[in-house]
């Protein structure tokens, strides 16, 4: 019984791990950080005409929106389109990551919802047929769906980070131009805070990168930069996460069928094994 209270204290260990959470406490700051300074702070921050104080974390949206800030105090220029933009952006974005969430939550509604039939089912057999299932029995079963969860947690963040790795770059150099170049900020800080040149070539967004080496190569040489361009490139790059959305859900299909086939199926034919067992013993 220690060594499967023992398991069992190491599998959620290992689940916070996962999740990036080194203990508790840190998951509990985390959460209370993320109500207080999270999207909603940080649209209300550019909601108001004249934002004052430190800018709410969201995400890459924060460091531009300090940027410009800075400029705004060195130069005196006008910043109030540039951040209409970042928060248009940052909506749109927000409503994609609840796309992602969804999926996330499916994939574990459906794992736990089978998981709470099969120990129905267990304690339905346990009064139906008067029979006895162990602490040991019940602890084991316990500790499989535990690693069912974990795998299925873990599965997705990785399937999710694959796909999604390279776009975000993108975006932040797309909406870098966008938002940088209305304020006449130099074109040479803006090239440089872009990060074009660490772009990665995954087939799907190297396109893009092209384009936009071809408007830099234009910027510098004309000193314009046509945003309704950029207003494509930002529509493309949108285009391109709904594809990488359709295939997180593919995936996400096949982590359900390998979590339920490897880790909820068996648990409840492992119930049924033991029922069988105490009857027929």
Not at 59 to 80: N, P
Not at 103 to 117: E, H, S, T
Not at 184 to 212: C, T, W, Y
């Amino acid at each position: 019984m220690l060594l499967y209270g023992l398991v069992f204290l190491l599998s959620w260990l290992l689940l916070l791990k996962l999740l990036e959470l080194d203990s508790l406490s840190v998951a509990l700051r985390l959460f209370f950080l993320q109500r207080k300074t999270g999207y909603q702070s940080f649209v209300n921050y550019l909601a108001a005409a004249n934002p004052q104080g430190g800018v709410p974390e969201y995400k890459f949206y924060s460091t531009m929106v300090e940027f410009l800030q800075d400029y705004q105090r060195k130069y005196g220029v006008k910043i109030h389109d540039s951040l209409r933009e970042i928060r248009k952006a940052a909506r749109t974005d927000y409503k994609e990551i609840k796309k992602i969430n969804e999926q996330l939550y499916g994939l574990l509604f459906q794992f736990i919802f089978i998981c709470v039939f099969t120990w129905i089912f267990i304690t339905y057999l346990q009064f139906s047929l008067n029979i006895s299932i162990t602490g040991q029995h019940r602890l084991l079963l316990a500790i499989w769906q535990l690693f069912g969860g974990i795998f299925s947690l873990f599965a997705f963040h990785l399937t999710r980070r694959h796909i999604f790795k390279n776009f975000y770059d993108y975006f932040y150099t797309v909406y870098i131009f966008r938002s940088f170049f209305s304020v006449s900020i130099p074109v040479s800080e803006i090239i440089q805070a872009s990060k074009l040149s660490i772009l990665s070539s995954e087939k799907l967004l190297f396109p893009l990168k092209d384009r936009l080496q071809l408007l830099v190569k234009g910027l510098r040489t004309t000193g314009h930069l046509p945003l309704d361009e950029l207003d494509n490139l930002s529509a493309e790059l949108w285009d391109i996460y709904e594809q990488k959305l359709a295939k997180l859900s593919q995936f996400t299909t096949v982590i359900k069928l390998l979590g339920i086939l490897f880790f909820a199926l068996p648990g409840f034919l492992f119930g049924i094994f033991i029922s069988m067992g105490q009857l027929m013993g």
